[in-house]
């Protein structure tokens, strides 16, 4: 007899013999409450998950997740290279592989770091199922219940749920055009896919191996299906986050290592990775046009030199989560800014994506965010009684806003802007 208390196939009225009666949802978290670990009382969802039912579909114009471009992958080269792993390789393509991840794959890795000014070891490096899993491992290392994270503001909506399920103490820091006022954590999935500007440091060459934990990741510069990260760390800190993959889900794809291997063998990656470049700039800039053409003037948007995102600020009446509800009927999409936060932030701020639609659909898709936004500020007006100034900027005009936001991200003296003392754990 199962937990339901009601064996299979008795039936009872007019049900049909053999079908289980059909449960209630209320009637189910009754029963399996006192079950469930008090871990699970305060973990949420993401917010690209629980939009991606709603953004599969194919009349929605999405902006909302980090998604790459994946029909610039030839089809072809993804034959061929899948071929010449299951001739060559079959047999290890299909097994399990060492936890750590296969040697051949840490080569590719390595050459990916060595472009941006790292060097590494092979067994200084941890292959993981995505750049997802890194983050889970180092909370799961690191972090007791009450701990304290530093995190940017705002930050990737994916890192939230995970925060939450750790129980972690988030505090976010505010950000200037640099990025995070912080210089003991990184995360380094968009580092290749920059547009303009001179590559920065990243914090893992300027602390020579003593404290930061690298996050890298191939989802953005070859294929997020393949689900392939890695992390390098102090060598302590690896054998325990080994110890936490080994338990997860014991090792990587070995098939989908073998792939990247082949790939870096036969393919010129680089030269993959600037052809991206190039597409991502140029939607980026359509993204930029149209959003200057279609939002209100009282609104501010980043200029990013790189990544796959636009972040942009609403006036403060907006409330971009029911915006979202509303522009969801017109068929477009967007991570409403709240999802990057854990402190209620962010309600006039949502997250725009440019990289995985194409040229005309961005335009459309702003247009769509637009026209939804106008009636809102026509709302307000006719509430309030106040009127505003014109609810569409000329493109000079974008400058000096994005330029003012910039200077008020800077200003030492704001509200969360200060980084905050750890204090070592002791016992």
Same mark, same amino acid.
Request: some cysteine.
């Given at each position: ?5 009601? +064996? ?25 409450? *006192? ?49 010449? !792993? ?14 750590? *991840? ?19 070891? +092979? ?30 503001? +705002? ?14 103490? !988030? ?12 210089? !003991? ?13 001179? @590559? ?10 003593? &404290? ?12 997020? *299906? ?7 760390? @102090?060598?302590? !800190? ?5 110890? *936490? ?69 609403? +006036? ?17 999409? &967007? ?18 994506? &440019? ?73």
């Amino acid at each position: 007899m199962t937990i339901d208390e009601t +064996p299979r196939g008795h039936a009872s009225g007019g049900e049909t013999p053999g079908m289980a009666k059909p449960r209630s949802g209320a009637r189910d978290l009754e029963r399996y409450a *006192g079950l469930f670990a008090r871990r699970t009382q305060v973990m949420k969802s993401s917010a690209m998950r629980d939009l991606m039912a709603v953004t599969a579909r194919p009349e929605v114009i999405s902006l909302a997740g980090g998604l790459p471009d994946t029909s610039t992958f030839p089809a072809e080269d993804f034959a061929s290279l899948m071929t010449r !792993v299951g001739v060559d390789d079959a047999a290890r393509a299909l097994q399990y592989g060492p936890t750590e *991840g296969l040697n051949e794959v840490k080569d590719p890795i390595a050459q990916v770091m060595a472009a941006e000014g790292m060097e590494v070891e +092979p067994e200084d490096l941890l292959v993981t199922t995505g750049g997802q899993q890194v983050i889970d491992l180092v909370c799961k290392t690191l972090i007791d219940p009450g701990d304290v994270i530093i995190a940017e503001a +705002p930050t990737y909506p994916g890192a939230v749920p995970v925060f939450v399920s750790y129980q972690a103490d !988030v505090v976010q820091i505010e950000m200037d055009q640099d990025g995070m006022r912080i210089d !003991v954590l990184e995360d380094n999935p968009y580092g290749m896919l920059r547009y303009e500007g001179e @590559p920065l440091p990243t914090l893992f060459s300027l602390d020579g191996g003593e &404290f930061v934990i690298y996050l890298g990741t191939f989802s953005k510069i070859l294929s997020p *299906g393949i689900r392939i990260g890695w992390t390098s760390a @102090p060598r302590p !800190v690896l054998d325990k986050l080994n110890l *936490g993959k080994g338990a997860a889900d014991l090792c990587s794809s070995p098939l989908s290592q073998l792939f990247v291997r082949q790939y870096f063998a036969d393919r010129d990656w680089l030269a993959y990775v600037r052809e991206l470049t190039g597409v991502y700039r140029r939607r980026r800039d359509i993204m930029l046009e149209a959003l200057a053409e279609h939002f209100p003037r009282e609104a501010t948007w980043t200029r990013p030199q790189g990544g796959l995102f636009i972040w942009a600020r609403m +006036p403060d009446y907006i409330d971009t989560t029911d915006l979202l509800a509303r522009a969801l009927r017109e068929h477009v999409a &967007f991570v409403p800014g709240r999802a990057a936060y854990l402190d209620g932030r962010g309600g006039s701020e949502m997250r725009l994506n &440019f990289s995985g639609v194409g040229d005309d659909d961005i335009r459309e898709g702003i247009r769509r965010i637009g026209e939804v936004i106008r009636e809102q500020v026509g709302l307000y007006e006719t509430l309030t009684g106040k009127a505003r100034p014109g609810h569409s900027r000329a493109a000079g005009d974008r400058g000096g806003q994005a330029a003012q936001a910039g200077a008020r991200q800077r200003d030492p003296d704001a509200p969360d802007a200060r980084v905050l003392p750890l204090h070592r754990r002791t016992g």
